[in-house]
């Protein structure tokens, strides 16, 4: 057979290689199965053909002129022939004997062994390969030499298809794998306690298996699933729980803590929100904090593994406890995590004082597509795409396993997966982001950045005058939207284009494109589930949270009554209580849920109008410990909101401190689309010519002495009278009192002979509200006199 030498070898036949065949010269461009792409290289204009490789390598001329990259066949019969590295001779001694077997004649001889003559059929060379095979030490019958041809012959001669695959060994062996289970649950069961024997363990795995399954199986089955004690050892040992056993506590505690789902590795994921990132880390920039000193900061980000872009950004102070004064501490915060979330929803809006290039309509980003199919994108929607995650990888942070971040992210079907404890790996897209911060971003923040470590911090950082982190905040989402969103990534490749790096928003146009774009706008009331809960028992005099008191507002007071007359919730766990949402940072109003109907009523706070400026829920906390640590109670509400609102007072009235500590205002988190916005009752009329309004007549009705209909003076004749109009109807009796425009649809012109005195008794009557007792009408009129 022509063409069975090294030209036959896949391995040296790879993507753009250049061949030589019928008498041309060839590049190879494609390689898919056994089928192999050639491209003419003299330059005429003749399409590519495809051809079978075994027809190409077989060929009397063919030859391999030059190497290419490594080859891309991605079909089944050149499949694992990349994976057998360090194989090379096992193959090519297979590749021999199965041409042997096919010709009758070895590569490389011009005789023929015994047993493979001319004359010989498929079955005797298999036989004689077998005996031969044999002979060498080596186990393989003529039927498997047979089978191994035919193989062969179907993936194109490839011998990749020859090599013998490793076999994985069957974990566990043979025992049950319930045994395996519980092994496993009384191992992680022991983590934070003191070490034991494997004895112990598996008196524990014995009593499990007892309790669990002895009722379904019998005793009998149940013994029969534990295995003997040398093989329970054998499996301990297998399974690296022996090990784990002898590891400190800390250690057996944070590998227990692991949790049970596949990490690492690269996920194939083509729509943007399929898998997401998050992450929160130290920002190393000082900010000026709401006592005007300086204040560290954190940040936690969501990125989009699809697109590598940012679905959403938060900044926050961090500041420890402070152990002279008692002040708690804080962080990152499960509000703060909801409220970021909240970002993923709705695009950013371009903010006063942006460079114009932080636009969408500036960028790479499908701006028209987008626009007509969400409402939200305008010419001031900032430069960053709008991404709904639908799974969370995130670090096991307190705030991140919070109930209410998880109530939120089951509430909007959010998949979340818990990344290792102390494995970055999991989560690189975050990590990588965090440095790509620091060298792009937080190293132009002059006024702050203290640097990547101690040791390379500035002079004299906590004097210089400080942005606040609204201030910061801002800054770094025109940099996500202008710098970070628009910079290619050597990491985004279009598979149709794999030579072109693409920025993530280029990505994300590519990626929308094949996946579609669903807009997710959320509504006022929707938002609201993304603010803290609280379970309150609403009273007459309304409810409390944090010994604040809370009451209907005017145009809820109904809804209000509605839900005390239910009496209690009636909800599971609860008792009476109902479930209120409220946000620390704007404390003043709250939202008391009604589950039975599905709506809201608005509270707020009963002494709202003492605290002017703008406070917090920390701020509320602070002065009630100051309140009670002067002999008061954490319950005097009263006292604690006049000494919130006097410390505002006071700075405004007090010369002010330097520049460098000036009194900010404080940190009140992201804004949420919480309030309805207010409707216009003329919004869905229909426009009419105001010359055509005429006036409606009204009979006067006196407190005095009601005008009967036959107590009217009688009109004039030829005023309109009372001659019956066309259809039988009888005129008004004030019909008179209104001139007529001369195109007949009112009464006739002229006056009637007391005209102008009618016309000021009536005006009169309807600007009267109360009644003297004396009968002293012309007195002061109090309250609203249009009020009837």
């Known amino acids: 057979?022509?063409?069975?030498?090294?030209?036959?070898?896949?391995?040296?036949?790879?993507?753009?290689?250049?061949?030589?065949?019928?008498?041309?010269?060839?590049?190879?461009?494609?390689?898919?199965?056994?089928?192999?792409?050639?491209?003419?290289?003299?330059?005429?204009?003749?399409?590519?053909?495809?051809?079978?490789?075994?027809w190409l390598v077989g060929a009397e001329d063919f030859a391999v002129l030059?190497?290419?990259?490594?080859?891309?066949?991605?079909?089944?019969?050149?499949?694992?022939?990349?994976?057998?590295?360090?194989?090379?001779?096992?193959?090519?001694?297979?590749?021999?004997?199965?041409?042997?077997?096919?010709?009758?004649?070895?590569?490389?001889?011009?005789?023929?062994?015994?047993?493979?003559?001319?004359?010989?059929?498929?079955?005797?060379?298999?036989?004689?390969?077998?005996?031969?095979?044999?002979?060498?030490?080596?186990?393989?019958?003529?039927?498997?030499?047979?089978?191994?041809?035919?193989?062969?012959?179907?993936?194109?001669?490839?011998?990749?298809?020859?090599?013998?695959?490793?076999?994985?060994?069957?974990?566990?062996?043979?025992?049950?794998?319930?045994?395996?289970?519980?092994m496993q649950e009384v191992v992680a069961r022991r983590a934070h306690a003191s070490d034991v024997t494997i004895d112990v363990i598996r008196?524990?795995?014995?009593?499990?298996?007892?309790?669990?399954?002895?009722?379904?199986?019998?005793?009998?089955?149940?013994?029969?699933?534990?295995?003997?004690?040398?093989?329970?050892?054998?499996?301990?040992?297998?399974?690296?729980?022996?090990?784990?056993?002898?590891?400190?506590?800390?250690?057996?505690?944070?590998?227990?803590?692991?949790?049970?789902?596949?990490?690492?590795?690269?996920?194939?994921?083509?729509?943007?929100?399929?898998?997401?990132?998050?992450?929160?880390?130290?920002?190393?920039?000082?900010?000026?904090?709401?006592?005007?000193?300086?204040?560290?900061?954190?940040?936690?980000?969501?990125?989009?593994?699809?697109?590598?872009?940012?679905?959403?950004?938060?900044?926050?102070?961090?500041?420890?406890?402070?152990?002279?004064?008692?002040?708690?501490?804080?962080?990152?915060?499960?509000?703060?995590?909801?409220?970021?979330?909240?970002?993923?929803?709705?695009?950013?809006?371009?903010?006063?004082?942006?460079?114009?290039?932080?636009?969408?309509?500036?960028?790479?980003?499908?701006?028209?597509?987008?626009?007509?199919?969400?409402?939200?994108?305008?010419?001031?929607?900032a430069a960053r795409p709008v991404i709904r995650p639908e799974l969370i990888i995130y670090d096991q942070g307190s705030p991140y396993v919070s109930e209410h971040f998880t109530e939120v992210c089951d509430r909007l079907r959010i998949a979340r997966r818990p990344a290792r404890k102390r494995t970055p790996t999991d989560k690189p897209l975050p990590e990588h982001f965090f440095v790509t911060l620091a060298h792009r971003f937080s190293q132009h923040v002059t006024h702050g950045w203290q640097g990547r470590s101690h040791k390379k911090r500035g002079r004299g950082i906590d004097r210089m005058p400080l942005y606040t982190i609204a201030e910061l905040q801002q800054m770094a989402q025109e940099w996500v939207a202008l710098e970070y969103q628009q910079t290619p990534d050597a990491g985004l490749r279009d598979p149709f284009r794999p030579h072109v790096v693409l920025s993530p928003n280029e990505m994300y146009a590519v990626q929308v494109a094949r996946s579609g774009y669903r807009a997710v706008p959320l509504s006022p009331a929707e938002n609201r589930f993304f603010l803290l809960r609280q379970w309150v028992r609403p009273g007459k005099g309304g409810f409390m949270i944090d010994y604040r008191t809370y009451q209907p507002v005017a145009q809820d007071a109904g809804h209000y009554r509605e839900v005390l007359l239910r009496g209690g919730s009636k909800l599971h766990g609860v008792g009476d209580k109902w479930e209120c949402r409220f946000n620390p940072y704007h404390p003043e109003r709250v939202w008391l849920y009604d589950h039975t109907a599905g709506t809201w009523v608005t509270c707020d706070f009963r002494l709202r109008h003492l605290l002017t400026d703008p406070w917090t829920a920390d701020m509320w906390q602070?002065?009630?410990?100051?309140?009670?640590?002067?002999?008061?109670?954490?319950?005097?509400?009263?006292?604690?909101?006049?000494?919130?609102?006097?410390?505002?007072?006071?700075?405004?009235?007090?010369?002010?401190?330097?520049?460098?500590?000036?009194?900010?205002?404080?940190?009140?988190?992201?804004?949420?689309?919480?309030?309805?916005?207010?409707?216009?009752?003329?919004?869905?009329?229909?426009?009419?010519?105001?010359?055509?309004?005429?006036?409606?007549?009204?009979?006067?009705?006196?407190?005095?002495?009601?005008?009967?209909?036959?107590?009217?003076?009688?009109?004039?004749?030829?005023?309109g009278g009372t001659e019956p109009l066309e259809g039988g109807q009888a005129p008004h009796p004030l019909a008179a009192l209104f001139s007529d425009d001369g195109d007949g649809d009112g009464p006739a012109g002229g006056s009637t002979a007391g005209g102008p005195t009618d016309v000021c008794e009536v005006v009169d009557a309807e600007l009267v509200d109360d009644l003297d007792t004396d009968g002293d009408v012309g007195g002061e009129i109090e309250g609203d006199v249009w009020e009837t």
Not at 4 to 23: C, D, K
Not at 364 to 381: K, M
């Open 203 to 381: 008196e524990e795995v014995e009593d499990l298996l007892h309790s669990r399954y002895a009722q379904e199986l019998g005793s009998a089955a149940v013994a029969a699933l534990l295995p003997s004690r040398s093989t329970f050892y054998l499996r301990m040992k297998e399974s690296g729980l022996a090990d784990a056993l002898g590891q400190p506590t800390r250690a057996r505690a944070a590998l227990a803590s692991t949790p049970p789902l596949p990490h690492g590795g690269r996920e194939v994921v083509l729509r943007p929100g399929k898998v997401t990132q998050t992450d929160t880390t130290p920002l190393r920039i000082l900010v000026r904090g709401d006592d005007g000193r300086p204040t560290a900061t954190e940040m936690t980000v969501l990125i989009d593994v699809a697109t590598h872009g940012i679905c959403a950004l938060m900044i926050t102070p961090s500041r420890p406890r402070d152990a002279e004064s008692g002040q708690a501490g804080q962080a990152t915060r499960a509000i703060d995590l909801t409220l970021m979330l909240a970002q993923a929803f709705a695009p950013w809006p371009v903010m006063p004082g942006w460079d114009p290039l932080s636009a969408a309509a500036a960028s790479s980003l499908p701006f028209g597509a987008l626009r007509a199919a969400d409402e939200r994108f305008t010419e001031a929607t």
């Open 622 to 719: 602070e002065h009630a410990e100051q309140h009670q640590a002067a002999d008061g109670s954490e319950k005097d509400e009263e006292a604690i909101a006049l000494s919130l609102a006097q410390r505002d007072r006071r700075r405004r009235s007090r010369r002010p401190p330097p520049k460098r500590t000036r009194k900010e205002p404080i940190f009140q988190g992201l804004e949420l689309e919480t309030e309805e916005s207010s409707r216009d009752p003329y919004a869905d009329l229909e426009e009419f010519d105001l010359s055509t309004l005429r006036p409606y007549p009204a009979q006067p009705i006196s407190p005095w002495a009601p005008l009967a209909v036959d107590a009217v003076p009688a009109l004039r004749s030829g005023a």
């Open 1 to 54: 057979m022509a063409g069975t030498g090294e030209g036959q070898l896949s391995r040296s036949l790879s993507i753009e290689a250049r061949v030589h065949w019928q008498e041309r010269e060839w590049e190879v461009v494609e390689w898919q199965g056994a089928q192999v792409t050639l491209v003419p290289q003299d330059g005429s204009q003749e399409a590519p053909r495809a051809v079978s490789y075994r």
């Open 66 to 182: 030059s190497g290419g990259a490594a080859p891309a066949a991605d079909g089944t019969a050149l499949d694992g022939w990349g994976r057998q590295e360090g194989r090379e001779e096992e193959a090519a001694l297979w590749q021999a004997r199965m041409v042997e077997i096919d010709t009758g004649l070895a590569p490389g001889r011009s005789e023929h062994e015994r047993g493979f003559g001319p004359g010989t059929t498929l079955a005797q060379r298999c036989a004689a390969m077998s005996a031969r095979l044999a002979a060498d030490g080596v186990r393989c019958s003529a039927h498997t030499l047979a089978d191994k041809r035919r193989t062969w012959k179907a993936a194109g001669e490839n011998p990749a298809v020859l090599l013998p695959g490793t076999r994985d060994k069957r974990p566990g062996g043979f025992t049950d794998p319930r045994c395996l289970t519980a």
